[in-house]
């Protein structure tokens, strides 16, 4: 009878220790779309690539670049961006390059923000806060004018819409409740047009998010429980020795 309550009592206290994930991922993608267009006399040019996935939680990677050639000028828009998770609690996110070069343009247009970018959809098991640390950084011939920045956006209870401007850095946070699905979007601002010359910009973003420990205890009563089985071991101890 000892050898069985003995058992049963760590099974108990191995349950009540465990842990489950506070986030349960529903899927995830990476979506680029660039347009150039080197004078309104030639059709803009427009490339997309993207990866997506469901629950998994691979690394995921997009890649763009348009370019316009019209008479002498030209427009060559790009931007590439890499996701990758280490749980389901935290993971970066990495613009690396988003911008244009352009050469003898009297009036065209570079546009690499007409993608998704980045989405990442989840359920939250747990209620705990989301935090994102950011750092963008660009600039070039026109002082990065055009560039603007990185909209993010959370949706579901207590999320928000920010804007964050090129040249900044910081952390922005939401509290998630348990039992409700959110999607965490990243979505780069950069656009341009009208008489640009000969210039080159670009911009790059790093993006990191966590839950607060990326996984939560199961209920007390599990540990009150295994906590009466032992009181119970330590009497039969008592009458076994008597």
């Known amino acids: 009878m000892r050898k ?3 058992v049963l009592v760590t099974l108990v206290l191995g349950l009540s220790t465990s842990s489950f994930a506070s986030i349960s991922p529903l899927g995830s993608q990476v979506f680029l779309q660039a347009s150039s267009q080197a004078d309104p006399s030639c059709n803009p040019v427009v490339v997309s690539n993207g990866q997506s996935q469901g629950t998994t939680l691979n690394t995921l990677s997009a890649s763009v670049s348009a370019n316009s050639q019209c008479n002498n000028a030209v427009v060559n828009t790009f931007a590439d961006v890499t996701a990758s998770w280490t749980s389901a609690n935290a993971g970066s996110i990495t613009f690396g390059n988003i911008g244009w070069s352009t050469s003898n343009v009297t009036n065209g247009s570079a546009l690499p923000f007409q993608g998704l970018d980045y989405t990442y959809n989840f359920l939250a098991n747990a ?3 989301l935090t994102l640390n950011y750092m963008i950084t660009g600039g070039g011939d026109l002082g990065g004018f055009g560039l603007n920045g990185f909209n993010v956006t959370l949706t579901g209870p207590n999320g928000n819409f920010t804007f964050l401007p090129i040249n900044t850095s910081g952390m922005l946070s939401w509290n998630l409740l348990a039992g ?8 780069n601002d950069a656009n341009i047009s009208g ?20 996984t939560t205890p199961e209920p007390s009563s599990l540990l009150l429980l295994g906590t009466g089985l032992l009181g119970a071991l330590g009497v039969i101890r008592r009458r076994i020795n008597l």
């Open 180 to 187: 409700n699905d959110y999607s965490l979007n990243i979505k």
């Open 4 to 6: 069985s309550l003995i």
């Open 127 to 129: 209620n705990e806060p």
């Open 195 to 214: 008489g640009l010359g000969t210039i080159n910009e670009s911009m790059s973003g790093q993006f990191d998010f966590s839950t607060a420990g990326g």
